[in-house]
């Protein structure tokens, strides 16, 4: 499961899941309609690429083809994971890999293998790219548990109003700590140590598009002593506290009304 640390570093970077599924979608169809011609014309594709047209290339070629074909359904099938898409990851190296090894036959084209290398790499860049935001944007849906509230005041304000210690909400009710404070960015903080639950929450704090409004967004991981940080656990008790006080945090810092469950200490 992703951190805090995942969630405060790399939760707001930029090339999400819909460019990477974009991206990945579009290769997958590419590899699919060269798979299909792989297996239909070998010999063609042999002395397009610039190898000796053979039984041998022929086999080999509509081997390939199974595997672009497969490769590029995988993708289609679960754009969401990046397991397909380093798939082709691997094909690429592995074409790049039999294309050296022909550019040393004694029967060779060098331009035609060269301009089929330069499509196999430029592939190959491509399938990395789409890979890594496939993996990037998996890793966020894995994160701590996630709420976010836009207020209509300044970030400053906000933040210095949820910094007093009477107005924080560490989402238990056992003694917190913090151990991370960057004025006006981020609070993080934790359950001190010998509690029988194990809180970790941290705070984003970001100008929101529209002037003098402030997105607030809050990750939690909760677990119990002795045991790693559950999401499903975080889902079922965390998630609802932390979503009602940022509402309960909106409504003092938009309208001014004093919640009685602040007489307590919390918002």
Known sequence: MASIETFLHGERRAGGAHDGEALARGLAWFGIGLGITELAFPRRVARGIGVRSDRRAARALRAFGVRE???????????????????????DVLDAGLLAIAAFTRRRSNPRLATAAALVAGAGVLDVI????IGRARQREQSPVIAAVTIARPRDEVYAYFRQFKHRFPVSNVPAEVI????GERIMWRTID????????AVLFADAPVPGHTEVRVAVELGFDGMS???????????????GDLRRLKQVLEAGEVLKAQAGGEL
């Open 229 to 243: 940080p559950s999401r499903t656990l975080a889902k079922m008790f965390a998630q609802p506290k932390v979503r």
């Open 194 to 201: 010998n509690q029988p639950v194990d809180v970790r929450s």
């Open 180 to 183: 991370d404070d960057e004025p």
């Open 130 to 133: 789409a890979s890594r935001r």
């Open 69 to 91: 074909v497969l490769a590029g359904l995988g993708i289609l099938l679960r754009p969401r994971r990046s397991g397909p898409a380093w798939a082709r990851v691997f094909g």
